[in-house]
């Protein structure tokens, strides 16, 4: 059970009030919400950018609320995130791009980061960018750069704020017909957050409800969606 406050004005301002979900590993869980509801604190808290005042996160099994700083850096490689904005350096190549998450973890030789690149650089079919700026890019494209930079350490979860709401219809369906395969190829459990039914609806096979930092309702997509029973959802 997670909770999370922030001072404002030397008052604190609940965030996300009591959170007690459970995703199963392979599975695409989404979390949705309207802005300002916890979803953005809540997944940061996955990955400790944000830390809990209350409440453990297990993951297989180790809470890591516990873990020391280096055992934090190992699990962070562990779990890769994708961004609303992209989050790309402009200046540096797709290839680059990609590149940087291996480079930071000082344990992968030139040839191995190369060969691993071009791996990640075919998932997500930008083989021929590889020597573009991510300036040049489309939307679309840079997300898939977003997608393969947060892959390239082999997470075992990938979390995934707000990823196609900057994109257009057909754009967002790409990205989640990628996110789909990678879901199905790599056995990836992908936690989804976003303020957009139809994401939901398309590749979610469960989805929690939040309203005002508090869970309100959770289960499989299709009786969320077809029973709703709380306002919020309706």
Do not use: W
Not at 35 to 52: Q, V, W, Y
Not at 119 to 130: F, G, I, K, M, S
Not at 136 to 164: C, Y
Not at 182 to 187: F, K, P, Q, V
Request: glycine share 8%.
């Amino acid at each position: 059970h997670i909770s999370k406050h922030y001072l404002v004005d030397g008052k604190a301002i609940p965030a996300i009030t009591d959170i007690n979900l459970r995703i199963e590993q392979g599975e695409i869980f989404g979390i949705i919400g309207a802005s300002g509801a916890g979803k953005s604190t809540l997944i940061r808290t996955l990955n400790l950018l944000e830390r809990p005042d209350s409440g453990r996160i297990l993951v297989d099994g180790s809470d890591i609320t516990r873990l020391s700083k280096t055992e934090l850096q190992a699990y962070r490689r562990k779990a890769g995130m994708i961004f609303q904005h992209f989050n790309l350096i402009g200046a540096k190549t797709v290839g680059d791009n990609i590149r940087f998450p291996l480079k930071l973890t000082g344990e992968y030789s030139d040839a191995e980061m190369d060969a691993r690149v071009g791996e990640l650089l075919d998932l997500v079919e930008l083989t021929e960018h590889r020597d573009k700026y991510a300036a040049q890019l489309a939307g679309g494209q840079k997300q898939r750069v977003g997608i393969a930079r947060a892959l390239a350490t082999a997470p075992r979860v990938l979390l995934s704020d707000e990823a196609t709401s900057a994109l257009d219809p057909d754009t967002t369906r790409q990205v989640l017909d990628l996110l789909q395969s990678i879901n199905r190829e790599l056995g990836l459990t992908i936690l989804l957050i976003t303020h957009e039914m139809g994401v939901v609806r398309d590749i979610c096979s469960h989805v929690a409800v939040i309203e005002a930092g508090r869970i309100v309702e959770a289960g499989e997509t299709y009786s969320v969606f077809s029973r709703p029973t709380h306002a919020t959802t309706r």
